[in-house]
């Protein structure tokens, strides 16, 4: 019998995948996106190609595995990773990453999975990012699944319980492994810490008992490192503006204007590190009177594994110095690499309005702060 419990969030089945396809091949959009990923195929060709596409498999191996090459390609220095080695390709994880880029930190993983011989994972996908049916076509076709936020108290509960039904559901009968990020939205200013409440969430499917219920969802902390902030400029200017302001208010198109930035800008050096999965013996040494304090130790462990697994930059070290005054990682970097920081930044902060000694200290702990977690 198929449970129809998730299908106002689940990915699309293989039966939707090739009506998506027409959609997204009739798309006004088709044109942009086919230059940007095929930039060597005509159009036209390329229309045929996705309308031919029946599977979510054929999706991602046709055409998201070149948009990612081609991601790295324009706009990175390099692309490492590590980790692998902990994983069994036979099981299935819950991956909980740092989040920097709305779409990258996701699509990158998969890439990096896909090229070493993993099966993909199923994707949160915030409701608030769905804004057009050509997104909703390529997220859902990607084995992206909705998250509901916002909503009244009982709504967010309701919402809450079916998500963390369908993570057990998905990892526990489907096999499928899922990437989340540890918190509702990007980190902005640099300081990655994991929701106490996302854990929470994890664990209300089987209440009864917090350490098997998180236990069997195997945990894997993931560390996502930029060596140039994706969106830094966005993230400084609405920091800026919500010391200002109580409640930043996005405006329209915002989020959408986030996704291309990250994709098109250039990021230097990334480096994913999968961490150690948490093991059930973790689990059940953690003392706690309250849920809440078991909730609260995992995210902690959570934490320290991602800040641990750090790759960091000349730009964090000097950003750093810059911001304490001291030279304590003067090693890490050269005298030019410091100038072509700090005029770099200067060049960047022009284009924001504003008090230039609160945005400077905004732009430098971006990349200060993951410093200060890793020591």
């Not at 990612?68 to 390609?73: D, E, L, M, S, W």
């Not at 009177?289 to 000097?318: G, T, V």
Request: include cysteine.
């Amino acid at each position: 019998m198929i449970n129809t419990s998730f299908d106002d969030i689940r990915p699309y089945v293989e039966e939707e995948i090739a009506p998506a396809m027409q959609r997204i091949a009739a798309s006004e959009y088709l044109p942009l996106l086919a230059q940007y990923i095929f930039p060597e195929k005509e159009v036209e060709e390329v229309r045929n190609i996705v309308r031919q596409i029946r599977t979510t498999h054929e999706f991602q191996t046709q055409v998201m595995y070149y948009f990612n090459q081609t991601v790295i390609k324009k706009s990175a220095a390099s692309f490492t990773y590590k980790g692998l080695e902990y994983l069994d390709p036979e099981k299935s994880y819950l991956f909980i990453s740092n989040h920097r880029d709305i779409m990258l930190d996701s699509a990158l993983m998969q890439y990096m999975l896909y090229c070493n011989g993993f099966k993909t994972t199923e994707i949160t996908f915030g409701d608030n990012l769905m804004s057009s049916q050509l997104i909703i076509d390529i997220g859902k076709s990607n084995k992206m699944f909705k998250v509901v936020r916002g909503g009244n108290m009982r709504d967010f509960y309701s919402k809450s319980l079916q998500l963390s039904e369908y993570l057990r559901h998905t990892i526990m009968e489907k096999n499928e492994s899922i990437w989340i990020a540890q918190r509702g939205g990007r980190t902005k200013d640099g300081n990655d810490s994991t929701d106490q409440g996302i854990i929470k969430m994890f664990c209300m499917s089987d209440a009864r008992d917090p350490v098997r219920a998180a236990g069997r969802l195997n945990i894997v902390p993931v560390a996502m490192s930029y060596e140039i902030e994706p969106c830094e400029i966005l993230k400084t200017r609405e920091l800026y503006l919500s010391r200002n302001h109580t409640n930043y208010i996005k405006q329209i198109g915002e989020d959408l204007n986030s996704i291309l930035t990250g994709i098109t800008q250039q990021k230097g050096h990334i480096h994913i590190c999968l961490g150690e999965p948490i093991r059930y013996a973790e689990l059940e040494a953690i003392e706690y009177n309250q849920p809440n304090e078991f909730y609260k130790a995992i995210a902690s462990l959570i934490d320290r594994r991602i800040h641990k697994n750090y790759k960091l930059y000349n730009n964090n070290y000097i950003a750093y110095d810059i911001r304490s005054g001291t030279d304590i990682y003067a090693s890490n970097y050269t005298a030019e690499e410091k100038t072509a920081y700090t005029e770099r930044m200067e060049q960047m902060l022009h284009y924001i309005d504003g008090d230039r000694d609160v945005l400077t200290s905004i732009f430098l702990s971006i990349y200060a702060n993951p410093v200060v977690n890793s020591q």
